[in-house]
Nanobody, 116 residues
Framework: QLQFVESGGGLVQPGGSLRLSCAAS????????IGWFRQAPGKEREGVSC????????NYEDSVKAQFTISRDNAKNTAYLQMNSLKSEDTAVYYC?????????WGQGTQVTVSS
């Protein structure tokens, strides 16, 4: 069964860093694009970043371009989101996803809270 498991979230002070992981199981991540969305309280889910499965090219939402770095390790079947200089507005549940055979698969989400 294809699924994703996110980890690495938590409570961090403003200016701090976290690295989120998205471990895939039930299929091989190699060759598939994978991305991250986030959903803040009371707001709609928004795209944060994605990384191509073909050439490793990356895209970022404008507000996180200078802070976040997406990467992948196909050998570990895992994608990552390195988040630096975190701000209170980065507080959200972060989800990874991929589209496989025309169907979108989501992880269960990991909570990131930025607060002093």
């Amino acid at each position: 069964q294809l699924q994703f498991v996110e980890s690495g979230g938590g409570l961090v002070q403003p200016g701090g860093s976290l690295r989120l992981s998205c471990a895939a199981s039930g299929f091989t991540l190699d060759g598939y694009s994978i991305g991250w969305f986030r959903q803040a309280p009371g707001k709609e889910r928004e795209g944060v970043s994605c990384i191509s499965g073909s050439d490793g090219s990356t895209n970022y939402e404008d507000s996180v371009k200078a802070q976040f770095t997406i990467s992948r390790d196909n050998a570990k079947n895992t994608a990552y989101l390195q988040m630096n200089s975190l701000k209170s507005e980065d507080t959200a549940v972060y989800y990874c996803y991929a589209v496989v055979a025309g169907k979108t698969y989501w992880g269960q989400g990991t909570q990131v809270t930025v607060s002093s």
